[in-house]
């Protein structure tokens, strides 16, 4: 038996790692597609501001882990997947013979529709090799313009502010966090970025990236205004990498389609991470989670199926916890609300806190919580228990803030 992984991100290592434990009689291979040892993306911020080497990005740390545990580790990219002949062709053609598979490659960035991007000056912060060129580029004192303000871009924006360089961030929603914040929570970030000298322009789109004037760099928005910059980071979203399937006969929509086994509709081959679109667990329904810990969990799962350890996924939970220069703030579950459903709000402007629960019947079902960091974690165990609050609804819906009291006394009844 030959199980082949490709993918070495947090997915594939923990799923890698996980079928060597679960059946060491037998062959795993491990593909990445970077010349670094597997790595974290969610470590590259801290490379950035310099309180970590690159050696501190690696998920593992020491040495000749994957030859200690007898897993081959391969470098390349995948270019097609045979699934009735298992077997998969890597660029260069040589080939991968498999039994079973399991797709566990992430996502890369979105590029959007941009004149100049790809000028001298202008990255992403997607992998390691992008993190360097950004370290030469974001000096004290230099002009940076960072397109995007979700959640990936918000933790750079962090470490960039870190690096002291004069940040600017343009975001074409009408918010800050778009997908992670509402309109209150988002406009209180922007508030609190620009109190910290952050200049931020929402509603505003990137037109053209151009090269001349003092700067590297001239970035053109919509509305006219010209800003200068010796680098443009660009993080406007991500995209399942998937495309190496077509002709597999495993079914792609937004990711790879899998069951509650994370099986994909070819039996030999599951997906996991970033480019798995599998069941949700607010909805029932299926979507593609972008975050470390559903990869993990993914990886483990996938793994486990694989090796004939049957484990049903019970769905992941949308979760999002930030530290934006000092402000945290979190979003869980059906954050935006169900149909039908109830909504306990408390903001504090002056104060940037904003607490938003959000019930159906007698269950919170999601919540967003902003300058608040004790507790926050129950406000997750109450969601993914789906605990009954019975007469603590009503005491929540008057005052959101004694979540901690209702855990604790739902907890021992």
Same mark, same amino acid.
């Given at each position: 038996m030959t199980y082949v992984v490709v993918g070495a991100g947090p997915a594939g290592v923990v799923a890698a790692e996980t079928l060597r434990k679960t059946d060491p009689a037998?062959?795993?291979?491990?593909?990445?597609?970077?010349?670094?040892?597997?790595?974290?993306?969610?470590?590259?911020?801290?490379?950035?501001?310099?309180?970590?080497?690159?050696?501190?990005?690696?998920?593992?740390?020491?040495?000749?882990?994957?030859?200690?545990? +007898?897993?081959?580790? #391969?470098? @390349?990219?995948?270019?097609?997947?045979? =699934? &009735?002949? $298992?077997?998969? !062709? /890597?660029?260069?053609?040589?080939?991968?013979?498999?039994?079973?598979?399991?797709?566990?490659?992430?996502?890369?960035?979105?590029k959007p529709p941009v004149e100049g991007l790809e000028l001298p000056g202008v990255h992403h912060c997607w992998t390691l090799e992008d993190a360097r060129k950004i370290v030469s580029l974001a000096g004290e004192g230099a002009d940076v313009v960072l397109i995007g303000a979700g959640f990936i871009a918000?933790?750079?924006?962090?470490?960039?502010?870190?690096?002291?360089?004069?940040?600017?961030?343009?975001?074409?929603?009408?918010?800050?966090?778009?997908?992670?914040?509402?309109?209150?929570?988002?406009?209180?970030?922007?508030?609190?970025?620009?109190?910290? +000298?952050?200049?931020? #322009?929402? @509603?505003?789109?990137?037109?053209?990236? =151009? &090269?001349? $004037?003092?700067? !590297? /760099?001239?970035?053109?928005?919509?509305?006219?205004?010209?800003?200068?910059?010796?680098?443009?980071?660009?993080?406007?979203?991500?995209?399942?990498?998937?495309?190496?399937?077509?002709?597999?006969g495993v079914d792609v929509k937004t990711g790879v389609v899998v069951d509650k086994h994370l099986q994909s509709t070819q039996p030999n081959i599951y997906a996991a991470g970033d480019c798995a679109e599998?069941?949700?667990?607010?909805?029932?329904?299926?979507?593609?989670?972008?975050?470390?810990?559903t990869a993990t969990e993914h990886g483990r799962i996938a793994a486990m199926n694989m090796a004939g350890k049957p484990i049903t996924y019970q769905g992941s939970l949308i979760m999002n916890v930030l530290d934006t220069m000092g402000l945290i703030s979190v979003s869980y579950g059906a954050w935006e609300g169900v149909e039908g459903g109830e909504r306990a709000l408390a903001v504090d402007e002056d104060a940037f806190k904003y607490m938003r629960l959000e019930f159906e019947g007698d269950r919170l079902v999601g919540c967003l919580s902003l300058g608040r960091?004790?507790?926050?974690?129950?406000?997750?165990?109450?969601?993914?228990?789906?605990?009954?609050?019975?007469?603590?609804?009503?005491?929540?819906?008057?005052?959101?803030h004694r979540f901690m009291d209702a855990y604790v006394d739902c907890s021992q009844s």
């Open positions: 037998t062959d795993v291979v491990l593909i990445g597609g970077e010349p670094e040892p597997p790595y974290s993306r969610m470590a590259i911020p801290y490379y950035l501001t310099g309180k970590i080497d690159e050696a501190g990005t690696y998920l593992r740390k020491t040495d000749g882990h994957y030859d200690t545990l +007898g897993i081959s580790y #391969r470098q @390349g990219h995948v270019e097609s997947v045979d =699934a &009735a002949a $298992g077997k998969l !062709t /890597l660029a260069g053609g040589d080939t991968q013979a498999f039994d079973k598979l399991l797709i566990a490659t992430g996502a890369s960035p979105i918000c933790i750079i924006l962090e470490s960039l502010v870190e690096r002291g360089v004069n940040l600017t961030v343009v975001e074409m929603e009408d918010r800050m966090l778009p997908r992670t914040m509402d309109e209150t929570g988002g406009e209180m970030i922007k508030r609190w970025c620009e109190q910290k +000298g952050v200049r931020v #322009r929402t @509603g505003a789109r990137v037109t053209k990236l =151009a &090269a001349g $004037g003092d700067a !590297t /760099l001239t970035v053109d928005l919509d509305s006219g205004e010209q800003i200068p910059a010796h680098l443009v980071v660009v993080a406007a979203g991500v995209a399942s990498n998937t495309g190496f399937l077509e002709g597999s599998g069941p949700d667990f607010s909805t029932g329904g299926w979507m593609v989670h972008a975050i470390q810990p960091t004790d507790h926050v974690g129950v406000l997750r165990g109450l969601i993914q228990q789906r605990r009954k609050l019975g007469p603590w609804k009503d005491i929540l819906l008057d005052d959101p």
